[in-house]
């Protein structure tokens, strides 16, 4: 028991031990590691991707009582695999008057803060790349960044629907990054430090979903809206935008759009987890484990909500969030701020629990 | 209260994620059609009479009939087909038939490779009689009646 809630931790020394031994200096050491590290952590993200677009394509299979893939492989298990061997195949187009530079590197900017990331994020006991003491501000600056390349694939298609998709997209995420860091504060407050693994160890006796959830809903919402996914998937609009950014994009730049979009919905999962849901905190089974099932959990729900609403206009998007969001997540930071200062009076006045 | 709509709109969607799936697994399994699916055509070159009615009452005109004057002076059939990649299957052919000699047949798998496949050929005398046997061996014999 003990031994695999360390699994990972020991591989890592044992890892660490190994390279000691061939006599490389501590500096060496700790790059290597890591870049073990990264090496993971990427895998992790591209498994998930690869077997999220599998599982998103299932359960929309049975909220629709259909059966979904089921040919490729056994139970389907294959088909994404196929489908990434076929983006990689496909040509790949650049349109004559597009922006050359900017056009080649809005995917590849949308993809890299997507796994940048994951540096923060504890995925078990002592398992987090980097342990920032800003890390859930790291986490926020990162998740950001990926505006501007939604921005960069609209400019630089030189089309005029992929630059009015490309601005929705951005007014949309720009919008609801605001709700999004404003249900994060009510548990920064609770916790009194940005740093990942004190957010964790502050949810020791309780969730903060059970402190905060009017927060949690929040951040539900402005994460969905965050991740252009359903009900909220305005950047795609076959009637007036066509694809909007991705309109030009073809064959593994497109790929790259779409792989972003499902390593933020695992990222946006984990931070999910890691705030709200206790992170890898569990009884019986190893943290990592714990970790899994609640960021599967999480992921599940974007999924199921994903697949039961039906699409809302983008004036409406803009309404909610002006007008309802950003008003609840002020509101819940001033009952917050209210409830901390009275629970430290009772506890000054020896009244407390 | 707000929010119970959404609520409920979820609950309908878990009920369907347990629920059976409707999937037909269509190459593995055959659709059970109803008698009067409109599929494609057979003719039942004994009964007819090659009046051309159902040229004739088809809004596409896509039935072309040849015809001659036979043994008492008697019409007919030479040639019978029908261009079914601009067929609407709207059936007034079959409906207006006075002999009740052309009808529908089970059979919609009808893709095919060149646009000159798509032209169902149902009856040619030319081709039938040097065929020898009188038996027919063209599609017209697959029909569902007669």
Redesign the interface.
């Known amino acids: 028991m003990e031994k695999l809630n360390y699994l990972f931790v020991d591989l890592a020394q044992s890892l660490r031990s190994w390279f000691a031994g061939m006599g490389l200096s501590p500096f060496a050491i700790d790059m290597l590691v890591v870049l073990v590290a990264v090496v993971g952590i990427i895998t992790f993200v591209l498994l998930n991707v690869l077997y999220l677009v599998y599982l998103e394509r299932k359960i929309s299979a049975y909220f629709q009582d259909r059966l979904g893939p089921n040919r490729v492989g056994p139970r389907g298990l294959l088909q994404t695999t196929m489908d990434v061997l076929k983006l990689i195949g496909k040509e790949d187009i650049r349109p004559t008057v597009a922006d050359r530079w900017v056009f080649f590197l809005a995917p590849v900017i949308v993809f890299v803060p997507a796994v940048m990331m994951y540096a923060v994020v504890p995925f078990g006991e002592g398992m987090i790349a980097v342990d920032l003491n800003i890390g859930i501000f790291y986490f926020i600056a990162i998740s950001s960044t990926t505006t501007i390349a939604f921005l960069m694939a609209g400019w630089g298609s030189n089309n005029k629907y992929s630059l009015l998709g490309g601005m929705r997209t951005v007014a949309q995420m720009v919008s609801y990054e605001i709700p999004l860091v404003f249900s994060l504060l009510g548990v920064i407050m609770l916790t009194g430090s940005l740093k990942m693994s004190d957010i964790v160890a502050a949810q020791k006796d309780m969730w903060f979903i059970v402190l905060q959830p009017v927060a949690f809903l929040i951040f539900f919402i402005a994460a969905t809206a965050e991740l252009n996914r359903g009900p909220f998937d305005l950047p795609e609009g076959e009637q007036e935008i066509i694809a909007g950014p991705h309109t030009e994009y073809s064959g593994m730049k497109f790929a790259m759009f779409f792989l972003a979009e499902y390593a933020n919905l695992v990222s946006v999962s984990a931070i999910a987890v890691t705030l709200f849901l206790g992170g890898w905190r569990g009884p019986w089974l190893p943290s990592w484990l714990w970790f899994l099932i609640k960021l599967y959990g999480m992921i599940l729900l974007f999924m199921w909500v994903r697949w039961t609403y039906p699409r809302i206009r983008i004036d409406h998007l803009m309404h909610l969030n002006w007008k309802f969001l950003l008003p609840l997540s002020f509101v819940n930071i001033l009952v917050t701020g209210v409830g901390i200062k009275l629970y430290q009076w009772y506890q000054a006045m020896g009244w407390g629990w | 209260m707000y929010g119970q709509g ?1 609520l409920k ?2 609950g ?3 009920k ?8 037909e ?1 269509y190459p593995d399994q055959r659709p059970n059609l109803s008698p009067r699916f409109h599929g494609s055509f057979a003719l039942d070159v004994e009964k007819c009479i090659a009046c051309g009615i159902c040229a004739k009452a088809c809004p596409n005109n896509v039935i072309k009939i040849a015809s001659s004057k036979g043994e008492n002076k008697k019409r007919r059939l030479d040639d019978y087909k029908i261009e079914l990649g601009y067929c609407l299957f709207c059936g007034l052919c079959v409906e207006s038939c006075p002999t009740d000699a052309i009808n529908f047949t089970q059979d919609f798998e009808l893709a095919s490779y060149t646009r000159q496949d798509t032209v169902l050929h149902l009856y040619n005398r030319a081709s039938h009689e040097t065929d020898g046997s009188g038996e027919s061996d063209l599609a017209c014999c697959q029909g569902t009646e007669g």
């Open positions: 959404l709109g979820l309908i969607t878990l369907h994620l347990f629920g059976k799936a409707v999937t697994q």
